[in-house]
């Protein structure tokens, strides 16, 4: 299941559900970062948007789906990745 967000400079930001607990989120190439103390990920925001953070709920991406709160945020070879 895919769900496609255009920001603020016309870029089209891509959810794409990958399992029942990870969002992967791409159409960027630059985006600010910022961590806990614990050095894990709080929030990712693209240039232009949607600012994603811990405790945000992603499920307004996707038409008809329930809540789906971001309790992790990680990257790794597939990109960036929401937990819910």
Same mark, same amino acid.
Do not use: C, H
């Given at each position: 299941?895919?769900?496609?967000?255009? %920001? $603020?400079?016309?870029?089209?930001?891509?959810?794409?559900? /990958?399992?029942?607990?990870?969002?992967?989120? +791409?159409?960027?190439?630059? +985006? $600010?970062?910022?961590? %806990?103390?614990? #050095?894990?990920?709080?929030?990712?925001? !693209? +240039?232009?948007?949607?600012?994603?953070?811990?405790?945000? %709920?992603?499920? $307004?991406?996707?038409?008809?789906? !329930?809540?789906?709160?971001?309790? +992790?945020?990680?990257? %790794? #070879?597939?990109?960036? /990745? /929401?937990?819910?």
């Amino acid at each position: 299941m895919k769900a496609t967000y255009q %920001n $603020r400079y016309g870029d089209d930001i891509i959810f794409e559900k /990958l399992d029942d607990s990870t969002i992967k989120m +791409s159409g960027f190439k630059y +985006s $600010r970062t910022g961590y %806990n103390d614990d #050095e894990t990920i709080d929030f990712v925001d !693209p +240039s232009g948007g949607p600012f994603i953070q811990i405790g945000t %709920n992603v499920g $307004r991406y996707f038409k008809g789906e !329930p809540q789906m709160i971001v309790k +992790s945020i990680e990257w %790794n #070879e597939k990109g960036t /990745l /929401l937990k819910i």
